[in-house]
């Protein structure tokens, strides 16, 4: 491979499960390759009700009847750029940031999301 998007997907997979994944990405791509990636931050769904953090490193979020996340979703927040880098080891990061999307109703709190970009 010579690309990866990983847009608002990783976070769902269990710590060891992220890592493997992580380590499986970097091995089947060709050198040179980009992976660009986003990890919701741990500011997400403030407004939802968290669980703690599970032994696997997933909270469970439940949403609010009748809102876009009605049912429990189990999410893995990234809590600052440093884990962020920590996390997409072994790619050589080239680019971080965060954006916030656009919360009209403020039902759901900060919606922040980190972005990585990295190179094998």
Request: aromatic share 16%; proline share 3%.
């Amino acid at each position: 491979m010579d690309l990866i998007l990983a847009n608002q997907s990783l976070y769902y997979l269990p710590f060891e499960s992220f890592k493997q994944t992580i380590q499986e990405l970097y091995d089947i791509c060709n050198e040179g390759a980009i992976i660009f990636a986003t990890m919701i931050s741990d500011k997400g769904y403030s407004m939802s009700e968290r669980g703690d953090i599970m032994e696997n490193g997933l909270r469970e979020v439940k949403g609010r009847p009748g809102s876009r996340l009605s049912g429990s979703s189990f999410i893995r927040f990234t809590k600052d750029i440093e884990e962020l880098k920590e996390d997409f080891k072994p790619f050589k990061p080239l680019f971080w940031g965060d954006y916030e999307l656009i919360n009209l109703y403020n039902f759901e709190g900060s919606v922040q999301h980190f972005i990585y970009i990295g190179q094998k």
